[in-house]
């Protein structure tokens, strides 16, 4: 395991090698999961690419912190990681709330971006109402309370029917993040808005969603997609909101394409 110091707290973190001159994609976790939903994209992608992916702050095993978070916590957390490693013009993939951390990477450090790969995420995700409503459920009973919930918009039908030994993991998954950092993390989501910032972005970005995403449905990213110039836009079939986990075959045909397109498969 990989750990280092960074924007004043401890980050949990995987660097993949690969041979020189090939470039680094950056993946970026989810409420309420960590960086094993990445596990079977990763394992498509490793050789091609240097992987660098990481728990954020508040989730698996990266320190707590101080909550309540805003997203430029998260985001300086990343550039820290990446400061650290060296890293400059990068690939970031971001899954919901890594979606709105790749954006606020981007407004603040776009040295450190080459391209956007915003999955199943917004400019702006949920209402404020929405978020203190979530953050009151999980004071009274805790991620259990919401567990149900969170799956039904996770998983397809068919995964939960036919696929019951790795729903019961990924539950697993999210019901052990610390409530500390998930309900820093909810209230970083109520705050974030970027809906100005997405018009500026300026780096070749494509938007990814799953066909029946409860969280982010296909109309909010495709609204997103809207905002950002020259962006792309993809649906993938019988997925939810983490298609990295459901269909990660699809999702990584999907990103290796959009490389392709912009010729992103050396190293700036």
Same mark, same amino acid.
């Given at each position: 395991?990989?750990?280092?110091?960074?924007?004043?707290?401890?980050?949990?973190?995987?660097?993949?090698?690969?041979?020189?001159?090939?470039?680094?994609?950056? &993946?970026?976790?989810?409420?309420?999961?960590?960086?094993?939903?990445?596990?079977?994209?990763?394992?498509?992608?490793? !050789?091609?690419?240097?992987?660098?992916?990481?728990?954020?702050?508040?989730?698996?095993?990266?320190?707590?912190? $101080?909550?309540?978070?805003? /997203?430029?916590?998260?985001?300086?957390?990343?550039?820290?990681?990446?400061?650290?490693? #060296?890293?400059?013009?990068?690939?970031?993939?971001?899954?919901?709330?890594?979606?709105?951390?790749?954006?606020?990477?981007?407004?603040?450090?776009?040295?450190?971006?080459?391209?956007?790969?915003?999955?199943?995420?917004?400019?702006?995700?949920?209402?404020?109402?929405?978020?203190?409503?979530?953050?009151?459920?999980?004071?009274?009973?805790? /991620?259990?309370?919401?567990?149900? !919930?969170?799956?039904?918009?996770?998983?397809?039908?068919? &995964?939960?029917?036919?696929?019951?030994?790795?729903?019961?993991?990924?539950?697993?998954?999210?019901?052990?993040?610390?409530?500390?950092?998930?309900?820093? $993390?909810?209230?970083?989501?109520?705050?974030?808005?970027?809906?100005?910032?997405?018009?500026?972005?300026?780096?070749?970005?494509?938007?990814?969603?799953?066909?029946?995403? !409860?969280? $982010?449905?296909?109309?909010?990213?495709?609204?997103?997609?809207?905002?950002?110039?020259?962006?792309?836009? #993809?649906? /993938?079939?019988?997925?939810?909101?983490?298609?990295?986990? #459901?269909?990660?075959?699809?999702?990584?045909?999907?990103?290796?394409? &959009?490389?392709?397109?912009?010729?992103?498969?050396?190293?700036?």
């Amino acid at each position: 395991m990989q750990f280092v110091s960074s924007n004043g707290l401890t980050l949990h973190y995987q660097l993949i090698g690969a041979p020189e001159g090939k470039p680094v994609l950056v &993946f970026a976790n989810s409420l309420g999961t960590d960086l094993r939903i990445w596990r079977d994209v990763i394992l498509r992608l490793v !050789g091609d690419f240097a992987i660098v992916t990481y728990d954020m702050r508040g989730h698996g095993l990266s320190d707590i912190g $101080t909550a309540p978070y805003s /997203i430029d916590d998260h985001t300086a957390d990343l550039a820290g990681l990446l400061d650290y490693l #060296e890293v400059r013009n990068a690939v970031i993939c971001g899954l919901s709330v890594g979606g709105l951390v790749a954006q606020g990477l981007y407004a603040a450090r776009p040295d450190l971006v080459r391209a956007l790969i915003l999955c199943d995420t917004a400019h702006k995700i949920g209402s404020a109402e929405m978020w203190v409503a979530r953050i009151a459920a999980l004071e009274q009973g805790g /991620i259990e309370a919401i567990a149900d !919930g969170v799956l039904e918009k996770w998983f397809t039908p068919p &995964f939960h029917k036919q696929r019951r030994d790795e729903l019961a993991g990924y539950r697993n998954m999210l019901t052990r993040q610390a409530i500390g950092g998930y309900i820093g $993390t909810c209230a970083a989501l109520r705050d974030a808005d970027f809906t100005i910032e997405a018009s500026r972005i300026a780096v070749p970005t494509i938007c990814i969603v799953g066909d029946q995403d !409860g969280s $982010t449905p296909p109309e909010v990213v495709l609204s997103l997609a809207k905002l950002i110039p020259r962006s792309r836009y #993809e649906v /993938i079939k019988d997925a939810g909101h983490i298609p990295c986990v #459901e269909q990660p075959e699809a999702l990584t045909a999907v990103i290796r394409a &959009f490389i392709d397109e912009f010729q992103l498969g050396e190293k700036a």
